[in-house]
């Protein structure tokens, strides 16, 4: 069989190949190092440019699987996409565990005002007085009970915290308190000291975190976003922290990015902002590698694969 990879694991990758698979590589742009026609596997690699897809699939009219690295798909599915009507699997789980680690970094850095002592100490001020608290017994509310928002509750139990969660199909998680479902969760933003949104960017989930959400979450309440950019409706933040609705928010990703230097983003004193780097870690290569060659495994073999993406829902 014929399998199509990114130049940029080619040397992890490919001396893990069984020897009867035939190797053709592909660049950033989409340039084949060899013959297509016949291919019946694409493995991409991150930040998949649209023009690049398109040359792929036009150069592999026989392609029937394609492997993305990326937890969100967004925007790999369109409806030219959809008619080649490939399998298509994706990354979910790989990004998990950095992910939770930042987002318990974001929760620690409100919670213990680490911002304001970073300050401080740049202007060798011994200052105190201010309210630290504690994440013991404050509530949770992971909007998108995947793989990245439990392992965000497995890190978030261990601090004592109260944990709720939303999914599409809810069911009992280890670690939650409560799960619902994926349009349930706006009546526990009451309870939330914390709002993670973990959920894909799908046509449903994009700026449904707006005017209305942040009216229904608690002032002192902190808003993480780990997520996509598109799915926090920009405008209405910078509103609500402006205004006081909620007290202040983290967010690795952003509707454009990079983010502009002018954008007024910035100058929110109450606003973390990082640069979509919440998943990066050595191992995501390695996570990625070992996902791809047992999906590998599957496929050869007739099995069901991992992490197939029902491209009606968007993930």
Known sequence: MKLIIPIDVAAELEPKLPDDVVVVRADSEGNLDGDATDAEVYYSWFLLKPTTLQRILASAPQLRWHHAPNAGVNHIITPKYIERNLILTNGAGVHAIPIAEFVIGYMLSYAKQLPRLQKLHTQHRWQRGFQIEELLDKTLLIIGAGEIGQEIAVRAKAFGMRILGSRRHPQPLPNFEKVVGANEWKPLLSEADYVVVATPLTWETKGMIDDEVFQLMRSHAYLINIARGAIVDESALTKALQAGKIAGAALDTVFTEPLPAESPLWLLPNLFITPHCSAHSPRT???????????????RQGQ????????????
């Open 285 to 299: 290569k390695e996570r990625s590698l070992a996902l791809f060659l047992d999906n590998l495994t599957r496929y």
């Open 304 to 315: 069901p694969l991992r992490n197939i993406v029902d491209q009606t829902a968007g993930y």
